[in-house]
């Protein structure tokens, strides 16, 4: 059975006729609920303008959303986004905002709202959206574009790009024609027809073709050098499409780009540091840069930037590959030749952007974009030259410091060494006031350039005037030949001495009449220099004042190279790595001069010390390793105040002195107490290998006669030779180190060597026998001993020799109960000495057999309570 024959089917109702849908219920969703006004309007956008016009009369509701802003904005913002600007001077006219969303204007129709026009709109919901956002002006603005660009548009419907309506109506001003192709390619993005597709490829084929004409044109008057011309297709370009393949087209031309007269192989021919190709390539840079500064500005609207623009592709394309190829041929070459090519690189090329940003230019460049110009030319560089710049300061400061070594240690000429009193007369009269003075600040600021000349110095104005002997040149020949070796500006070891010349453009010295006051000035100051080198030579054994300054101006040349980067002002990572480069270089030199050359030189010294044994044969004055160590302590100190001095003229322009957690100031003090813990360890040896030698000259030179003459001897009140001998090796090994150390380290050296002589003198008068005649010679000595401590000005043990003089009384007084008085009067000692040193003293006596039982009368007797 089927189902039309079921009973229940049978009753089928009466079916209404079929009516047309409404829009409104058409709108709404599955739901039930009406489509949103904001994506109708979202759908809207997509629709051709004649297909708005026709949605408009659908419905009054799709009329509002059809006129809606936000589908007109849309359409414009579409259009802007291909614009060069001709479009959004429309647009800011009467609008300064540019965007017409959120405008306030209506549109009245008999002075009433267009809203209030169509019934039921006031309280519908459903066009709230529309209530809030009523049309404004940019249906308008985009109705004035349609209307004018239609008839364009649609005449590249067939493709024929020569004889189109565009460049009939335009052609004969090419900017105003790149603008209305500008605005045709902008108005196809729209999609205002059904066939936009077909015609935006005749807008793109038009396009391009006026794109090409115009560029040919440009190229033509640029040939041409007819600025008016190039000016004029330039801002065709820039209407059309921003000008960039305009651009494009004026670097490429310029004849830098392809017909570099100078090459970087023309370079480092005829010497190690021969760049005038170099100089002329950037001479002629700076030129060619300068004329283009006018071109530019004739030519191209100043929103352009046509000038940092060619500027940019000249450092990037021209310069940059040139100083990449000189750069590598200088490292082919050697180090320090790539150091010094990288430090004239820098000046030549802020000298460009010098020029670049003056205003004395038509057209020049804000200051910090020429900063950023040489940052993008030297950031490939720099890391390369910053390593490099690190390892070669340690590695030449380690090799200067092995080389001085070796001479050093081939260096056996003893008979050459300077007596404590040559040396003493020396760095008393003339190493003070050349070493700690303005001179010796004047060489160790001297500019980098200069360098050759004051590295050839040992301690400021040390040099030499005599020409340097046959092996020093060929030594310092082999070394400007080697690529890892010395740099160029390093001295040879033997160093020279050159008279210092004033300053002022007052004629030389050589023109000066024989009898000119600065003519006999420097004549003086010439041989006193000269003395001061051959002494100083001698000085040397240990440490060295000329590889420690040589070490310095190397240091100081590397610094400054650094700086030249740090002036600059380099911004983020760059900048943080040229100071910690710039800080890393002083911290070796710091490393370096400190455990490689200074502490190994106070070993030796100390070791010499140790092992030292006075010898009968030596001079009596002089202690060879004690001189040794003493001429090393005035050597440290000398080289600790050039450090201080570097440090005080160069570091701290870069360097906090007040941080104390700066690196810099952390190595720094390390170094300073590395000096003193040399020097501290090195005097405790010190005093006693002096000490041995005075034990030494008073066991050995004190003869029995000195304090037990005869009686038929003539009477002698001067001090013994034995006296003598002993202060005049005492005043000259102490003498030597007054200057050279802080006076607490002074102090402490004095005191000790005072109290340890004290002790020495009493054991070894202890074992003297002493007549009544021999006393007042006794007496001599212990006033001489006396005088000697009183001149090293040390309270504390002076109470000791002062004890020492009044116990010489002991041996003139003849009667046994005025010497037991004296014994016993321990206030004229200062209670420094014990009664029963005393009656050790008194034992020296030659008569002390006969009075010893009167004078020990009280010690020997026994009283029983």
């Given at each position: 059975?089927?189902?039309?024959?079921?009973?229940?089917?049978?009753?089928?109702?009466?079916?209404?006729?079929?009516?047309?849908?409404?829009?409104?219920?058409?709108?709404?969703?599955?739901?039930?609920?009406?489509?949103?006004?904001?994506?109708?309007?979202?759908?809207?956008?997509?629709?051709?303008?004649?297909?708005?016009?026709?949605?408009?009369?659908?419905?009054?509701?799709?009329?509002?959303?059809?006129?809606?802003?936000?589908?007109?904005?849309?359409?414009?913002?579409?259009?802007?986004?291909?614009?060069?600007?001709?479009?959004?001077?429309?647009?800011?006219?009467?609008?300064?905002?540019?965007?017409?969303?959120?405008?306030?204007?209506?549109?009245?129709?008999?002075?009433?709202?267009?809203?209030?026009?169509?019934?039921?709109?006031?309280?519908?919901?459903?066009?709230?959206?529309?209530?809030?956002?009523?049309?404004?002006?940019?249906?308008?603005?985009?109705?004035?574009?349609?209307?004018?660009?239609?008839?364009?548009?649609?005449?590249?419907?067939?493709g024929n790009k020569e004889t189109t309506k565009v460049l009939r109506d335009f052609g004969n001003s090419p900017e105003e024609c790149g603008k209305v192709i500008n605005l045709l390619l902008g108005i196809g993005k729209c999609h205002i027809?059904?066939?936009?597709?077909?015609?935006?490829?005749?807008?793109?084929?038009?396009?391009?073709?006026?794109?090409?004409?115009?560029?040919?044109?440009?190229?033509?008057?640029?040939?041409?050098?007819?600025?008016?011309?190039?000016?004029?297709?330039?801002?065709?370009?820039?209407?059309?499409?921003?000008?960039?393949?305009?651009?494009?087209?004026?670097?490429?031309?310029?004849?830098?780009?392809?017909?570099?007269?100078?090459?970087?192989?023309?370079?480092?021919?005829?010497?190690?540091?021969?760049?005038?190709?170099?100089?002329?390539?950037?001479?002629?840079?700076?030129?060619?840069?300068?004329?283009?500064?006018?071109?530019?500005?004739?030519?191209?609207?100043?929103?352009?930037?046509?000038?940092?623009?060619?500027?940019?592709?000249?450092?990037?394309?021209?310069?940059?590959?040139?100083?990449?190829?000189?750069?590598?041929?200088?490292m082919s070459i050697g180090k320090h030749l790539y150091l010094s090519t990288m430090s004239v690189v820098l000046t030549s090329t802020k000298d460009v952007i010098t020029v670049l940003t003056s205003d004395e230019l038509p057209k020049s460049?804000?200051?910090?974009?020429?900063?950023?110009?040489?940052?993008?030319?030297?950031?490939?560089?720099?890391?390369?030259?910053?390593?490099?710049?690190?390892?070669?300061?340690?590695?030449?400061?380690?090799?200067?410091?092995?080389?001085?070594?070796?001479?050093?240690?081939?260096?056996?000429?003893?008979?050459?060494?300077?007596?404590?009193?040559?040396?003493?007369?020396?760095?008393?009269?003339?190493?003070?006031?050349?070493?700690?003075?303005?001179?010796?600040?004047?060489?160790?600021?001297?500019?980098?350039?200069?360098?050759?000349?004051?590295?050839?110095?040992?301690?400021?104005?040390?040099?030499?005037?005599?020409?340097?002997?046959?092996?020093?040149?060929?030594?310092?020949?082999?070394?400007?030949?080697?690529?890892?070796?010395?740099?160029?500006?390093?001295?040879?070891?033997?160093?020279?001495?050159?008279?210092?010349?004033?300053?002022?453009?007052?004629?030389?010295?050589?023109?000066?009449?024989?009898?000119?006051?600065?003519?006999?000035?420097?004549?003086?100051?010439?041989?006193?220099?000269?003395?001061?080198?051959?002494?100083?030579?001698?000085?040397?054994?240990?440490?060295?004042?000329?590889?420690?300054?040589?070490?310095?101006?190397?240091?100081?040349?590397?610094?400054?190279?650094?700086?030249?980067?740090?002036?600059?002002?380099?911004?983020?990572?760059?900048?943080?790595?040229?100071?910690?480069?710039?800080?890393?270089?002083?911290?070796?030199?710091?490393?370096?001069?400190?455990?490689?050359?200074?502490?190994?030189?106070?070993?030796?010294?100390?070791?010499?010390?140790?092992?030292?044994?006075?010898?009968?044969?030596?001079?009596?004055?002089?202690?060879?390793?004690?001189?040794?160590?003493?001429?090393?302590?005035?050597?440290?100190?000398?080289?600790?105040?050039?450090?201080?001095?570097?440090?005080?003229?160069?570091?701290?322009?870069?360097?906090?002195?007040l941080d104390f957690m700066n690196e810099v100031n952390k190595e720094k003090k390390t170094f300073e107490r590395l000096l003193d813990d040399c020097v501290a360890q090195g005097m405790d040896r010190g005093i006693q290998v002096l000490l041995?030698?005075?034990?030494?000259?008073?066991?050995?030179?004190?003869?029995?006669?000195?304090?037990?003459?005869?009686?038929?001897?003539?009477?002698?009140?001067?001090?013994?030779?034995?006296?003598?001998?002993?202060?005049?090796?005492?005043?000259?090994?102490?003498?030597?180190?007054?200057?050279?150390?802080?006076?607490?380290?002074?102090?402490?050296?004095?005191?000790?060597?005072?109290?340890?002589?004290?002790?020495?003198?009493?054991?070894?008068?202890?074992?003297?026998?002493?007549?009544?005649?021999?006393?007042?010679?006794?007496?001599?000595?212990?006033?001489?001993?006396?005088?000697?401590?009183?001149?090293?000005?040390?309270?504390?043990?002076?109470?000791?020799?002062?004890?020492?003089?009044?116990?010489?009384?002991?041996?003139?007084?003849?009667?046994?109960?005025?010497?037991?008085?004296?014994?016993?009067?321990?206030?004229?000692?200062?209670?420094?000495?014990?009664?029963?040193?005393?009656?050790?003293?008194?034992?020296?006596?030659?008569?002390?057999?006969?009075?010893?039982?009167?004078?020990?009368?009280?010690?020997?007797?026994?009283?029983?309570?």
């Open positions: 059975m089927s189902l039309l024959d079921d009973d229940v089917y049978n009753d089928i109702p009466s079916v209404d006729p079929i009516r047309p849908v409404s829009l409104v219920e058409a709108a709404r969703s599955k739901s039930g609920r009406p489509i949103p006004p904001s994506v109708l309007i979202r759908i809207f956008q997509y629709l051709p303008v004649p297909s708005l016009g026709t949605v408009a009369l659908a419905s009054r509701r799709f009329k509002v959303l059809a006129y809606d802003d936000e589908i007109w904005d849309e359409k414009l913002r579409i259009m802007l986004e291909n614009d060069t600007g001709a479009l959004a001077a429309m647009l800011d006219g009467d609008n300064p905002k540019g965007s017409l969303i959120d405008s306030e204007n209506t549109i009245y129709i008999n002075n009433k709202p267009l809203n209030t026009l169509i019934p039921g709109m006031s309280t519908d919901p459903y066009s709230a959206r529309a209530r809030a956002k009523s049309t404004g002006q940019s249906k308008e603005y985009f109705k004035q574009l349609y209307t004018q660009l239609l008839p364009y548009y649609v005449d590249l419907r067939d027809v059904d066939d936009w597709k077909k015609i935006n490829e005749g807008v793109n084929a038009l396009s391009q073709y006026f794109e090409s004409a115009s560029l040919h044109e440009f190229e033509v008057a640029y040939d041409a050098h007819n600025t008016a011309e190039m000016k004029s297709y330039a801002n065709a370009l820039i209407a059309l499409n921003g000008g960039s393949t305009c651009m494009q087209t004026y670097v490429q031309k310029h004849p830098i780009f392809y017909d570099n007269p100078f090459k970087p192989e023309d370079n480092f021919v005829k010497s190690h540091d021969d760049l005038t190709s170099f100089k002329k390539f950037m001479l002629l840079v700076t030129d060619q840069l300068e004329q283009q500064s006018a071109l530019a500005l004739d030519v191209f609207p100043e929103k352009m930037d046509a000038f940092y623009m060619i500027a940019d592709r000249v450092f990037e394309d021209v310069i940059a590959e040139f100083v990449s190829q000189l750069l590598g041929r200088a460049i804000q200051k910090d974009r020429g900063i950023n110009l040489l940052f993008k030319l030297f950031l490939p560089f720099l890391d390369d030259y910053l390593y490099e710049e690190s390892t070669y300061a340690e590695n030449i400061t380690k090799q200067y410091i092995e080389e001085w070594n070796n001479r050093s240690a081939a260096y056996t000429d003893v008979s050459a060494r300077l007596t404590n009193q040559s040396r003493e007369t020396f760095k008393r009269q003339v190493v003070p006031p050349l070493l700690l003075t303005s001179a010796f600040k004047k060489v160790l600021t001297l500019p980098v350039d200069l360098v050759s000349t004051a590295a050839t110095t040992i301690a400021s104005p040390f040099q030499r005037a005599n020409t340097i002997s046959g092996t020093t040149n060929k030594r310092a020949s082999a070394m400007s030949t080697d690529s890892m070796a010395t740099p160029q500006s390093t001295p040879p070891s033997t160093p020279k001495v050159s008279t210092p010349v004033p300053r002022s453009s007052s004629p030389s010295l050589t023109d000066q009449s024989p009898k000119s006051p600065t003519t006999s000035y420097n004549k003086d100051i010439t041989g006193q220099l000269e003395f001061a080198r051959q002494e100083l030579d001698m000085l040397q054994n240990y440490i060295s004042l000329e590889t420690s300054l040589q070490l310095i101006h190397i240091n100081k040349e590397s610094e400054r190279r650094v700086q030249q980067f740090i002036d600059i002002g380099f911004p983020g990572r760059m900048k943080s790595d040229l100071h910690h480069t710039y800080e890393q270089i002083f911290i070796q030199l710091l490393k370096t001069l400190g455990h490689t050359h200074i502490q190994p030189g106070f070993d030796s010294a100390a070791g010499r010390l140790s092992s030292y044994k006075p010898s009968a044969d030596a001079s009596i004055e002089d202690v060879p390793p004690l001189t040794e160590f003493f001429e090393l302590v005035h050597v440290a100190d000398v080289i600790q105040q050039m450090i201080q001095l570097y440090y005080d003229e160069e570091i701290t322009k870069n360097v906090d002195k041995s030698q005075v034990e030494f000259i008073l066991s050995h030179e004190q003869r029995k006669e000195d304090y037990s003459p005869s009686a038929d001897a003539m009477p002698d009140l001067k001090p013994t030779k034995a006296c003598q001998d002993t202060i005049k090796c005492l005043q000259s090994n102490t003498s030597m180190l007054v200057g050279a150390a802080e006076k607490g380290t002074m102090d402490l050296f004095f005191s000790e060597i005072g109290r340890r002589f004290f002790e020495i003198l009493c054991k070894h008068l202890k074992l003297q026998t002493v007549n009544e005649m021999g006393g007042f010679r006794y007496i001599s000595d212990m006033n001489a001993y006396y005088d000697f401590i009183l001149t090293l000005r040390q309270k504390t043990i002076t109470p000791y020799f002062l004890a020492l003089k009044s116990l010489a009384n002991l041996y003139i007084i003849e009667s046994a109960a005025d010497i037991k008085s004296l014994i016993h009067d321990l206030e004229r000692y200062h209670g420094l000495m014990r009664i029963e040193d005393l009656f050790e003293f008194a034992a020296c006596r030659s008569d002390w057999p006969i009075i010893k039982r009167v004078v020990q009368k009280d010690m020997t007797d026994c009283s029983v309570m």
